[in-house]
């Protein structure tokens, strides 16, 4: 009996990459899936790989972000799936250029399809699972590109480090109506990671393949099932066998002016105690570099 028995989730992107791998996992532990997709075809055969194993999916083709499609994602499970206990906001995307160089349009798509393809989705589900007085799971897809910071990434960090932060938001909106909102910054060799490092994410010689998408799926599972009822709000790193727990941004060092306004000119002697206090570096930092999995160490 998988984890899923009986419940219906969405994820969007389920077309290919970590989506198709939740979706499949999702089917397997007992869920019916509805397949979120812009790519018809992509999504299509995800359907017909559950459906051949003995599940059950359906696709709806829409973009995530658009209201419309949203809200139609979320009827298409409640009407061809009978219910709705798990969303998935997974589908993204990259325009990757330095700040300098980026264009309007490059920061606009990959804004729009990540944060309003966060809140166009969970906004329909929650208030679904609200006037049903129903309990429900959302799982947001965050990236260390933006919680940590990677360069070249300002409109894609951004985004992400904004998921991250709804997820913890919504979580407390959402908790006395016992629907949890959680966060996974997953990694693995996709469509998309091949477009950001080429080739450094090598399909495993033998053994295990630590990057193998698929391997972000079964804590997703776990999210979307009743079993993680007394967790959310929490930033998860899931990659290979490993899940992380991420601590939220926690202030680690004062300085205090003994009851007045502080004059600018003060900062020049004691900002430097704040940094000496923590050993945090004033200097910009990559902060690619805390990674405790790195995808260029691990090849
Ligand atoms: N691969 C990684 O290592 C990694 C790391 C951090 C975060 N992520 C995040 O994980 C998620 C999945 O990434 P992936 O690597 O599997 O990417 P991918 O490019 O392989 O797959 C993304 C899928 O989303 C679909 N999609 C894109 N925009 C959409 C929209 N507006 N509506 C519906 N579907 C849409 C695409 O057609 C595609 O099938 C993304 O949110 C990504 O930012 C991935």
């Given at each position: 009996?998988?984890?899923?028995?009986?419940?219906?989730?969405?994820?969007?992107?389920?077309?290919?990459?970590?989506?198709?791998?939740?979706?499949?996992?999702?089917?397997?532990?007992?869920?019916?899936?509805?397949?979120?997709?812009?790519?018809?075809?992509?999504?299509?055969?995800?359907?017909?790989?559950?459906?051949?194993?003995?599940?059950?999916?359906?696709?709806?083709?829409?973009?995530?972000?658009?209201?419309?499609?949203?809200?139609?994602?979320?009827?298409?499970?409640?009407?061809?799936?009978?219910?709705?206990?798990?969303?998935?906001?997974?589908?993204?995307?990259?325009?990757?250029?330095?700040?300098?160089?980026?264009?309007?349009?490059?920061?606009?798509?990959?804004?729009?399809?990540?944060?309003?393809?966060?809140?166009?989705?969970?906004?329909?589900?929650?208030?679904?699972?609200?006037?049903?007085?129903?309990?429900?799971?959302?799982?947001?897809?965050?990236?260390?590109?933006?919680?940590?910071?990677?360069?070249?990434?300002?409109?894609?960090?951004?985004?992400?480090?904004?998921?991250?932060?709804?997820?913890?938001?919504?979580?407390?909106?959402?908790?006395?109506?016992?629907?949890?909102?959680?966060?996974?910054?997953?990694?693995?060799?996709?469509?998309?990671?091949?477009?950001?490092?080429?080739?450094?994410?090598?399909?495993?010689?033998?053994?295990?393949?630590?990057?193998?998408?698929?391997?972000?799926?079964?804590?997703?599972?776990?999210?979307?099932?009743?079993?993680?009822?007394?967790?959310?709000?929490?930033?998860?790193?899931?990659?290979?066998?490993?899940?992380?727990?991420?601590?939220?941004?926690?202030?680690?060092?004062?300085?205090?002016n003994?009851?007045?306004?502080w004059d600018p000119a003060d900062f020049v002697d004691k900002v430097?105690?704040?940094?000496?206090?923590?050993?945090?570096?004033?200097?910009?930092?990559?902060?690619?570099?805390?990674?405790?999995?790195?995808?260029?160490?691990?090849?």
């Amino acid at each position: 009996m998988g984890l899923l028995e009986g419940k219906v989730a969405i994820v969007t992107g389920a077309g290919r990459g970590i989506g198709r791998g939740e979706a499949i996992e999702l089917a397997a532990q007992g869920a019916g899936v509805v397949i979120g997709e812009v790519d018809t075809d992509a999504g299509q055969a995800v359907v017909d790989e559950i459906t051949a194993a003995g599940g059950a999916a359906v696709l709806y083709v829409g973009d995530c972000s658009e209201i419309d499609a949203a809200e139609g994602i979320v009827r298409t499970a409640i009407d061809e799936l009978g219910r709705l206990d798990a969303l998935v906001n997974n589908a993204g995307i990259l325009r990757d250029r330095t700040l300098a160089k980026m264009t309007p349009d490059e920061w606009d798509a990959v804004i729009k399809v990540h944060l309003r393809g966060h809140y166009a989705p969970t906004h329909a589900a929650i208030n679904h699972w609200r006037e049903e007085g129903k309990p429900g799971r959302v799982v947001c897809t965050a990236s260390t590109s933006g919680i940590l910071g990677n360069f070249g990434q300002s409109n894609y960090g951004a985004a992400k480090a904004g998921i991250a932060a709804f997820a913890q938001i919504v979580a407390q909106e959402s908790w006395k109506h016992g629907i949890t909102v959680n966060a996974i910054c997953p990694a693995a060799r996709t469509r998309m990671t091949q477009s950001a490092y080429g080739d450094r994410l090598e399909v495993a010689a033998e053994g295990f393949d630590f990057w193998h998408p698929d391997n972000v799926a079964p804590f997703v599972a776990f999210l979307c099932s009743d079993a993680s009822a007394h967790i959310s709000g929490k930033v998860f790193g899931v990659q290979g066998d490993a899940v992380e727990l991420y601590r939220p941004f926690t202030s680690a060092a004062a300085i205090e002016n003994g009851g007045q306004a502080w004059d600018p000119a003060d900062f020049v002697d004691k900002v430097g105690a704040l940094f000496a206090e923590t050993g945090i570096d004033p200097a910009a930092e990559n902060g690619m570099a805390r990674l405790r999995y790195t995808m260029t160490e691990r090849g």
